[in-house]
């Protein structure tokens, strides 16, 4: 093999990789803006629950999830995984529904340990761990999301390359 052919061989293997880790740190970034979102309205709502009600602070903290888990689906099924595979919305919001609540478990888990494990129940401290918790947790659905939820299509391909072919595939046949 010649020098040139080696260069563009080497060239043209690094393409696909920069283009999987060019698309991998998008995903991460749009997963992050919806969840960072999410956090934020997690975070008020169980400060307004916790400071306006008579709720204990992990029952707080439960609905205060539960609402920002309606919230993260809209998110992450029109914003970061809108080029998934849509098929199968009841699987997919079961999946999420699934591994939201084990997010849930994680994440109260640890509120819970900290509250009633270690009497660690002042505001500071309740907000400290209901976000370290959710940390913890957002790991956790960060994984399952994408391999078992919002699932690439078969191939690795998105649906707008999928839509593209076929739009290249009848314009082929046209002509």
Do not use: C
């Amino acid at each position: 093999m010649s020098k040139g052919a080696t260069a563009v061989r080497r060239t043209s293997d690094r393409a696909p990789l920069r283009q999987r880790v060019g698309e991998w740190v998008s995903e991460v970034l749009k997963f992050g803006a919806v969840g960072g979102l999410g956090v934020l309205v997690n975070l008020l709502m169980f400060n307004l629950l916790r400071g306006g009600t008579e709720l204990q602070v992990v029952r707080a903290s439960i609905i205060s999830t539960v609402i920002a888990i309606a919230f993260n689906y809209v998110g992450f099924r029109y914003f970061t995984y809108r080029d998934r595979d849509k098929s199968g919305r009841t699987k997919e919001l079961s999946l999420f529904l699934l591994f939201s609540l084990a997010g849930l478990v994680i994440e109260n888990g640890v509120l819970y340990t900290a509250t009633y494990g270690f009497g660690w129940d002042s505001p500071l401290q309740s907000n400290f761990f209901k976000f370290f918790g959710i940390g913890i947790a957002t790991l956790f659905r960060f994984w399952s999301y994408r391999t078992w939820v919002f699932r690439a299509l078969p191939g690795g391909g998105t649906v707008g390359d999928a839509e593209r072919l076929l739009a290249e595939h009848r314009s082929d046949r046209r002509d």
